[in-house]
Every structure is written in C-alpha cells, then in structure tokens.
C-alpha cells in the first residue's frame, strides 16, 4: 500500500489505528526477534560446519541478509510503537515507522525462505534421501513464489 493510501486509510479511523498498533506490537516484541534470531543462529550453525552444505557461502550471505533485515524491521518496530502509542501531533512518523516495518519484515521473510531452501540441497547424498533433500528444496521454493506472488497482489508491502 502507498504511503499516501496508508496515510488516508488511518486518517481518523481508530479502530484501523488500533489493528496498526496491535500488529506493530505483537511482530516488533514475538515474530520479529524470533525468526532474527533463528537466522543469526543458522548463520552460525552453516558457517561451523560449511562442509556439510552444498553452496554455504550463498546459504550464509542469504542468512545473514535475513537475520540483518529482521533486526532493521524490529528497530522499526520499536520507533513506530513510540509514536503510534501517543496522541502525537505528527502521527504520520509512526505510520512511516510502520511501513518500514512491514518492508523489512517481507525482505526478512523472504531471506529466511530463501536461505531454508539452500540449507536442505543435498551436497553429497545419493538416492533416496537426496531425493527427500531436493523435494524439500522444491518445497520450499515453493513457497518462496508463493509468498512473492501473495505480496504482489496483496500491495507490497502490506500496511499491516
């Protein structure tokens, strides 16, 4: 949604106000430290074992770009939960706060999907099991153009 889309639609609008505050909340204080925090943790899991992983210097530059945008979107979150959480006379601070959060939130997202599918790409199994590893790939690619498809039709990025 545009900046000036978001702006008219919580012109007054209170209870759209509370719905922007109460995602604000619950993403910059739940979603947003736990899925930075799992990607800082994967960067240091692919990094220790890089033998392991079939391309690990893209699976950590992808990981460390995600756990980066996801730490971006909860600072974000923290400023727009100060200024949405007041009667501020330029309340328009706190809706950009908000927008940047949801940008950094998609970004973050779709690094941390993209990072999955290049952690499951089999480096040296045969048969069976790298069957399983490459369907995960596929799955998670999958999903990947999903998301992507879903936030372009939806108004990227969201409002919230």
């Keep these: 949604?545009?900046?000036?889309?978001?702006?008219?639609?919580?012109?007054?609008?209170?209870?759209?106000?509370?719905?922007?505050?109460?995602?604000?909340?619950?993403?910059?204080?739940?979603?947003?430290?736990?899925?930075?925090?799992?990607?800082?943790?994967s960067v240091v899991v692919v990094s220790d074992g890089a033998e392991n992983f079939r391309w690990p210097g893209p699976t950590i530059l992808v990981l460390a770009f995600?756990?980066?945008?996801?730490?971006?979107?909860?600072?974000?979150?923290?400023?727009?939960?100060?200024?949405?959480?007041?009667?501020?006379?330029?309340?328009?601070?706190?809706?950009?706060?908000?927008?940047?959060?949801?940008?950094?939130?998609?970004?973050?997202?779709?690094?941390?999907?993209?990072?999955?599918?290049l952690v499951v790409v089999p480096r040296n199994d045969t048969g069976i099991q790298a069957g399983f590893r490459w369907a995960a790939f596929g799955v998670a690619c999958a999903v990947w153009i999903a998301e992507v498809v879903w936030k372009l039709r939806e108004g990227w990025p969201r409002s919230g």
């Design 66 to 117: 995600a756990a980066l945008a996801l730490i971006a979107a909860v600072q974000c979150a923290y400023h727009a939960h100060l200024y949405l959480s007041k009667k501020d006379p330029d309340r328009k601070k706190g809706l950009d706060w908000a927008w940047w959060t949801r940008w950094f939130y998609d970004i973050g997202l779709l690094a941390v999907i993209a990072g999955l599918a």
């Design 1 to 41: 949604m545009s900046e000036r889309k978001m702006d008219q639609r919580f012109n007054g609008d209170t209870t759209e106000e509370r719905r922007l505050k109460r995602w604000v909340n619950s993403v910059g204080t739940v979603t947003l430290p736990l899925l930075a925090g799992f990607s800082i943790t």
